[in-house]
């Protein structure tokens, strides 16, 4: 049996809304993932922080406000700065198409927008860390 794929679902930022965050990390946990929650109002300082404590191979950030052009270049910063390249990181919310593309170059794996199924989420998480979907 492989070993469970280890995600941190992470809400950065001043945003207060966490229903699709939880709907993503149960859709994770259902599929036999070990998801960590780190709740509202992260920062990139403790997102970072508690992936290293925990380990995790992906890191999900959930983002509404508009703040992923500032919260997303730190998080890879931060990943980079301690040597954390091989955590691949997704993130999902209301991110206009030209947005993705920035956070892409940047090394985002994924971008997932509203409407974005479930079943695809998964899916990807498994192609990218490397086990059977």
Not at 13 to 25: F, P, T, V
Not at 44 to 70: F, K, R
Not at 85 to 95: A, E, P, T
């Amino acid at each position: 049996m492989d070993p469970k794929i280890r995600v941190l679902v992470a809400k950065p930022g001043l945003d207060g809304h966490d229903r699709g965050a939880k709907i993503i990390a149960r859709a994770l946990r259902d599929a036999g993932m070990e998801v960590i929650y780190t709740g509202l109002r992260q920062t990139p300082e403790m997102i970072v922080n508690a992936a290293l404590q925990e380990d995790v191979q992906v890191i999900g950030l959930s983002i509404l406000s508009g703040a992923h052009g500032a919260i997303v270049p730190r998080v890879m910063e931060l990943l980079r700065e301690k040597k954390m390249d091989d955590v691949l990181v997704v993130v999902g919310g209301i991110i206009p198409d030209d947005d993705a593309v920035e956070l892409k170059n940047l090394g985002v794996a994924a971008v997932f927008q509203p409407g974005a199924a479930l079943d695809e989420i998964v899916r990807f998480v498994r192609r990218a860390v490397g086990t059977a979907a």
